[in-house]
């Protein structure tokens, strides 16, 4: 079992940066793959960005240059840093955990991003 609780949400100016954070109630240092989805009103969750426990990491075009995932095993946090966001950004963020053995997804309970002028 791993709990998962994210935090960094709120409201920004378009062209602002966030970051948000994935606390974990475990030790992520055996945690297969952490990464961050979001969902917008109406739409479909979507990956974001996810890093591996050997530190390779994958992100969404619609990011890339602008997002950046990190983990920190020592604080069992993962991290998900947004710069020059945009209205598009806005949605439900969420956390995600894959645990290979036992197998187990897990998910946060989701903070809110908002960018809006």
């Known amino acids: 079992q791993v709990q998962l609780v994210e935090s960094g949400g709120g409201l920004v100016q378009p062209g602002g940066s966030l970051r948000l954070s994935c606390a974990a109630s475990?030790?992520?240092?055996?945690?297969?793959?952490m990464g961050w989805y979001r969902q917008a009103p109406g739409k479909q969750r979507d990956l974001v960005a996810s890093i591996t426990s050997g530190g390779s990491t994958n992100t969404a075009d619609s990011v890339k240059g602008r997002f950046t995932i990190s983990r920190d095993n020592a604080k069992n946090t993962v991290y998900l840093q947004m710069n020059s966001l945009k209205p598009e950004d806005t949605a439900v963020y969420y956390c995600n955990a894959v645990v290979v053995f036992p197998w187990g997804n897990y998910w946060g309970q989701g903070t809110q991003v908002t960018v809006s002028s």
């Open positions: 475990r030790s992520i240092f055996s945690i297969a793959i």
